[in-house]
């Protein structure tokens, strides 16, 4: 017998050309689908299982803690099996058994993003003030690469936390930005990332937030491109009437996989170091 089920999905973002599906071209929902084709809950030429829908679209390199997917699920579904015919850098943790017409997307409330933003010498309450003042409700026709309309009209929540400045390399040189809405157009955390680095640095002064959030069109040397994807995290897709439980195996190796995946960034750094250290002699 199958239920509607919601799954919340964890995953590192780097070997991926994106959440959605593309032809040709690695994707997490790919990646998911023929996860569920292996366990046989869909047929091999199936395109999705009844029901299916994802909290939303994540762009080539962005990762996720919360993404979430729902679909008329077997009841042995759960999230170590799922997590079983799936890649390490990819894991279902939680799940929850849903009203038999919700919709992962549609039921969404609110979708949190955190943005890593690297601005060595920043000044933190340039960057605080230029959150808030990004806050609020908003047209962001100028923050997308999507047409002006409907879906470019936002109310956000914007905040910058800032690390300590100490003794250790890199310390102190990031500001984790959060953002939160009920849904985003295509681009718009990035393009947000950018104009708080360039307020935070002194590249441009907090002016600059009002000129973006106008009503005119900026464009060319005027308009604002989109930061680095890799800093971009999917941190939560919040649903009020869904209580996820995770699963304690599944949680265990995926602390395991990014746990090993930390140390192997942080080894890389320390690499890195040393070719700057013997350039600089």
Do not use: C
Not at 25 to 51: F, M, N, Q, S, Y
Not at 58 to 68: E, I, N
Not at 71 to 93: I, K, N, Q, Y
């Amino acid at each position: 017998m199958a239920i509607r089920r919601a799954y919340r999905v964890a995953y590192d973002g780097r070997p991926f050309f994106g959440f959605q599906r593309q032809p040709d071209v690695p994707t997490v929902e790919d990646t998911l689908l023929d996860a569920l084709r292996a366990l046989d809950v869909i047929a091999h030429d199936a395109d999705t299982p009844a029901g299916y829908a994802a909290a939303g679209r994540t762009d080539r390199g962005v990762s996720a803690v919360r993404q979430t997917v729902a679909f008329d699920a077997p009841e042995w579904l759960t999230p170590r099996a799922f997590s079983s015919e799936l890649p390490a850098g990819v894991r279902v943790w939680a799940a929850a058994d849903a009203p038999a017409d919700f919709h992962a997307t549609h039921d969404a409330a609110r979708r949190t993003y955190r943005y890593h933003l690297h601005a060595p010498g920043a000044d933190r309450d340039r960057a605080r003030d230029a959150a808030a003042a990004l806050s609020g409700e908003h047209d962001v026709h100028n923050l997308t690469s999507d047409p002006r309309g409907p879906k470019t009209r936002r109310d956000l929540s914007v905040s910058v936390d800032a690390e300590a400045a100490g003794d250790a390399p890199g310390i102190g040189e990031f500001l984790t930005l959060t953002v939160a809405a009920g849904g985003f157009p295509r681009e718009f955390v990035r393009r947000l990332a950018t104009v708080v680095r360039g307020v935070a640095v002194g590249d441009t002064g907090l002016d600059r937030v009002d000129e973006v959030l106008g009503d005119e069109p900026l464009s060319g040397a005027g308009g604002v491109g989109p930061a680095a994807p890799e800093p971009l995290v999917l941190a939560d897709v919040a649903y009020p009437d869904i209580e996820f439980e995770p699963d304690p195996a599944t949680v265990a190796t995926l602390r395991e996989v990014f746990s090993e995946r930390r140390v192997d960034a942080l080894a890389r750094g320390r690499v890195f170091d040393d070719v700057l250290a013997a350039a600089s002699e």
